[in-house]
């Protein structure tokens, strides 16, 4: 069946909107939007797929807004969603919020407007695509995907179905990182020719992650766990704590250790003052360590070399602070990420300001807002599916480049390496059945 070209959420909307006017008698001041309240009609509701640390994180932010209705959470763990349920329904004072293990049941909800996706990184794609394909807007954590095929197969999805997704690179929502772009794209800093991003690997979480030499003994799953679902699309591995919760991110199938956890905001940022949203390097030169004999097969203490088609080069370095520098012929800037200090030389570049004909990013009223403003106006969000998509493919390009150990030429158009049919085969992984991008 063709789906209408109008928006599922607009629809409802005058649905609503159309009853409440045809039964004002029946109809109560707090449904009506009256007294403060805003209307039923109004209201985006949203489901919320992976309610790990993240997940609720994001949901109290969602709860937090008096447009938003959350109805429905999911989790492959009882005790997250459980924990999720009760947020839900303290918030509204009821015990009506649906909880779902599989996401699909989840996304067959026909009043779900759009959907919070915080799972594992190698969870994003398959469910972003369901949820796209089904006619839900999507917000997905940073990095989009956990590689470039499937961030570009969500891209695609969201295109195709004329949806809204936000990627959870927040500190693109940041009014100094965006005026520092801004500065950058106007040539305050002169011809741009270096980006640098330091991207630190000294956290308390790296030093422990580190610390592990082998693979842990297979153990006991949690009840109320589905494992074997957790693992999804993935090979078939033994159950270990240290190989889920949290730190599912320094194993490959999973995430892309610190190259894609936070290099997904300070690439991101990069990629904003490059005016690169829609590109991305042709050449890439990476070099790290793995600790061996480890469970986490992501790698430390890199260097990475990205040159652009036109001239400007990426460099980056596991050195802090954590951070990008733009430099140009006439000067620097740097965006300390998180909290988005500034620094410059010259110092007077942050005392300039824009003119009428320059070059504007606007301004982001919070990364969650953004995304549910964009909901109703079906305008771009500010880190949209394409963006996500692009700034997440540097840093699987750079992942790629360490794991084969040479230098590789990429083209960002048909998103493929010239002449290297090994690493082709690592720009999509294969995918364990029943699971396709396809989904299933």
Same mark, same amino acid.
């Given at each position: 069946?063709?789906?209408?070209?109008?928006?599922?959420?607009?629809?409802?909307?005058?649905?609503?909107?159309?009853?409440?006017?045809?039964?004002?008698?029946?109809?109560?001041?707090?449904?009506?939007?009256? $007294?403060?309240?805003?209307? /039923?009609? *109004?209201?985006?509701?949203? +489901?919320? !797929? @992976?309610?790990?640390?993240?997940? &609720?994180?994001?949901?109290?932010?969602?709860?937090?807004?008096?447009?938003?209705?959350?109805v429905a959470v999911c989790d492959v763990e009882e005790r997250h969603r459980e924990q999720a349920r009760e947020m839900v329904d303290s918030r509204y004072g009821n015990k009506d919020?649906?909880?779902?293990?599989?996401?699909?049941?989840?996304?067959?909800?026909?009043?779900?407007?759009?959907?919070?996706?915080?799972?594992?990184?190698?969870?994003?794609?398959?469910?972003?695509?369901?949820?796209?394909?089904?006619?839900?807007?999507?917000?997905?954590?940073?990095?989009?995907?956990?590689?470039?095929?499937?961030?570009?197969?969500?891209?695609?999805?969201?295109?195709?179905?004329?949806?809204?997704?936000?990627?959870?690179?927040?500190?693109?929502?940041? $009014?100094?990182?965006?005026? /520092?772009? *801004?500065?950058?794209?106007? +040539?305050? !800093? @002169?011809?741009?020719?270096?980006? &640098?991003?330091?991207?630190?690997?000294?956290?308390?979480?790296?030093?422990?992650?580190?610390?592990?030499?082998?693979?842990?003994?297979?153990?006991?799953?949690?009840?109320?766990?589905?494992?074997?679902?957790?693992?999804?699309?993935?090979?078939?591995?033994?159950?270990?704590?240290?190989?889920?919760?949290?730190?599912?991110?320094?194993?490959?199938?999973?995430?892309?250790?610190?190259?894609?956890?936070?290099?997904?905001?300070?690439?991101?940022?990069?990629?904003?003052?490059?005016?690169?949203?829609?590109?991305?390097?042709?050449?890439?030169?990476?070099?790290?360590?793995?600790?061996?004999?480890?469970?986490?097969?992501?790698?430390?203490?890199?260097?990475?070399?990205?040159?652009?088609?036109?001239?400007?080069?990426?460099?980056?370095?596991?050195?802090?602070?954590?951070?990008?520098?733009?430099?140009?012929?006439?000067?620097?800037?740097?965006?300390?990420?998180?909290?988005?200090?500034?620094?410059?030389?010259?110092?007077?570049?942050?005392?300039?300001?824009?003119?009428?004909?320059?070059?504007?990013?606007?301004?982001?009223?919070?990364?969650?807002?953004?995304?549910?403003?964009?909901?109703?106006?079906?305008?771009?969000?500010?880190?949209?599916?394409?963006?996500?998509?692009?700034?997440?493919?540097?840093?699987?390009?750079?992942?790629?480049?360490?794991?084969?150990?040479?230098?590789?030429?990429?083209?960002?158009?048909?998103?493929?390496?010239?002449?290297?049919?090994?690493?082709?085969?690592?720009?999509?992984?294969?995918?364990?059945?029943?699971w396709s991008l396809g989904v299933s």
């Amino acid at each position: 069946m063709n789906r209408s070209p109008i928006s599922p959420v607009i629809t409802r909307r005058r649905l609503l909107k159309a009853t409440a006017l045809a039964i004002p008698s029946v109809v109560s001041a707090r449904a009506l939007g009256l $007294a403060g309240n805003v209307a /039923a009609s *109004e209201r985006i509701v949203m +489901g919320s !797929i @992976g309610t790990g640390g993240q997940g &609720r994180g994001l949901l109290n932010g969602w709860l937090g807004f008096s447009d938003v209705q959350v109805v429905a959470v999911c989790d492959v763990e009882e005790r997250h969603r459980e924990q999720a349920r009760e947020m839900v329904d303290s918030r509204y004072g009821n015990k009506d919020c649906a909880t779902f293990k599989d996401f699909r049941e989840l996304l067959d909800r026909k009043q779900i407007d759009a959907v919070c996706v915080a799972t594992p990184d190698h969870w994003h794609a398959l469910a972003s695509v369901a949820a796209a394909n089904a006619g839900k807007d999507v917000y997905c954590e940073k990095p989009l995907a956990n590689s470039i095929g499937e961030g570009r197969a969500i891209a695609d999805a969201v295109k195709r179905n004329a949806r809204i997704l936000q990627t959870g690179s927040h500190e693109r929502s940041g $009014a100094n990182a965006r005026f /520092a772009c *801004e500065l950058v794209r106007n +040539g305050r !800093i @002169g011809k741009l020719h270096t980006v &640098r991003v330091n991207l630190p690997c000294s956290d308390d979480h790296h030093q422990q992650a580190r610390m592990l030499r082998e693979v842990p003994a297979a153990a006991p799953v949690p009840a109320g766990f589905d494992y074997d679902f957790w693992l999804g699309h993935t090979p078939e591995a033994p159950y270990n704590s240290r190989r889920c919760h949290f730190w599912w991110r320094f194993v490959l199938a999973y995430g892309g250790g610190e190259m894609t956890d936070r290099g997904a905001h300070v690439i991101d940022i990069g990629q904003l003052g490059m005016n690169a949203d829609d590109t991305g390097p042709v050449e890439i030169k990476a070099s790290g360590t793995v600790t061996q004999g480890s469970l986490y097969d992501a790698f430390w203490d890199y260097e990475f070399e990205n040159r652009y088609a036109n001239g400007v080069r990426l460099l980056g370095s596991s050195q802090g602070p954590r951070g990008v520098k733009f430099e140009g012929s006439d000067g620097s800037i740097f965006v300390h990420i998180h909290g988005g200090k500034l620094e410059a030389e010259p110092a007077s570049l942050l005392q300039q300001s824009l003119g009428a004909d320059d070059i504007k990013l606007g301004r982001s009223p919070g990364h969650q807002r953004n995304f549910l403003d964009c909901v109703k106006s079906r305008e771009q969000p500010v880190a949209n599916a394409e963006a996500g998509h692009r700034t997440a493919s540097v840093c699987h390009l750079n992942n790629i480049a360490m794991r084969l150990g040479r230098t590789l030429r990429w083209d960002p158009v048909k998103e493929q390496f010239l002449d290297d049919k090994e690493a082709n085969a690592l720009v999509t992984p294969v995918m364990r059945a029943p699971w396709s991008l396809g989904v299933s």
